[in-house]
């Protein structure tokens, strides 16, 4: 097992332009989570999904942000018409279903808005 | 809703020498806690938790960390840091009966200076 991993590591867009990231989970677990990550913060739940049913969203995740899980593996999160406030660290995570279980994260994909 | 609170943004310490990593959270039920560790250009990575039972829970690279219910701390310690620990470390808490997902603190860089 390779962990969760993530592409791209590092996108520059110009404003205005949708991007799409993509999130590998491990592969035994259902959870999947999507995090935003700004420099000297801590990472700020987005929206996370149990299998294919996205089951929470986030404030911060505005109508420009969706996220997808077909077949409950792999994740995508797309943002439209990018803003310069986008520009972040955007962190996927998984995990078993289970009391207490630990999210294990990938390495990002860093985001900077032009 | 739960909140983490690391009220330290930055600890700098000699290496060899003791550290204290602060954490404190508000809940109003029982949560599941965790720190994690962050090294530069990676994705974050579980350095212990606890669940229930023994406050006292020890982790990975000689980490521990105790719970205090009655301060809603849970506080991480190391006896004696190396400069390899230097990194961003993130506490985190879950509420048990909800969603179980993550909640993250600021961050609290560790400095380890020689």
């Known amino acids: 097992d390779t962990g969760v991993s993530q592409d791209p590591r590092h996108k520059i867009t110009k404003r205005g332009q949708n991007v799409t990231f993509r999130c590998d989970p491990i592969s035994e677990h259902n959870r999947l989570y999507w995090y935003r990550q700004t420099l000297g913060q801590g990472p700020e739940f987005l929206t996370y999904?149990?299998?294919?049913?996205?089951?929470?969203k986030s404030r911060l995740l505005s109508d420009r942000f969706s996220a997808e899980r077909p077949k409950g593996s792999f994740s995508t999160l797309e943002i439209q018409r990018t803003e310069q406030g986008d520009s972040a660290m955007y962190l996927c995570a998984s995990s078993l279903d289970g009391v207490g279980t630990e999210a294990f994260f990938g390495q990002g994909t860093r985001l900077t808005v032009v | 809703a739960q909140s983490v609170t690391q009220l330290d943004s930055q600890v700098p310490v000699f290496e060899e020498a003791p550290v204290e990593l602060r954490c404190n959270y508000s809940?109003?039920?029982?949560?599941?806690l965790f720190w994690y560790v962050q090294y530069p250009n990676q994705g974050l990575q579980l350095l212990l938790k606890?669940?229930?039972?023994?406050?006292l829970v020890k982790g990975i690279n000689g980490f521990e960390a105790e719970f205090n219910k009655s301060q809603t701390s849970f506080h991480l310690r190391k006896p004696s840091v190396h400069i390899s620990d230097t990194a961003e470390y993130f506490c985190a808490v879950s509420v048990a009966g909800g969603s179980y997902i993550p909640t993250f603190g600021r961050g609290t860089s560790l400095i380890v200076h020689p």
């Open positions: 999904f149990q299998n294919e049913a996205q089951l929470e």
């Open positions: 606890y669940l229930s039972g023994s406050t």
């Open positions: 809940s109003s039920v029982s949560v599941y």
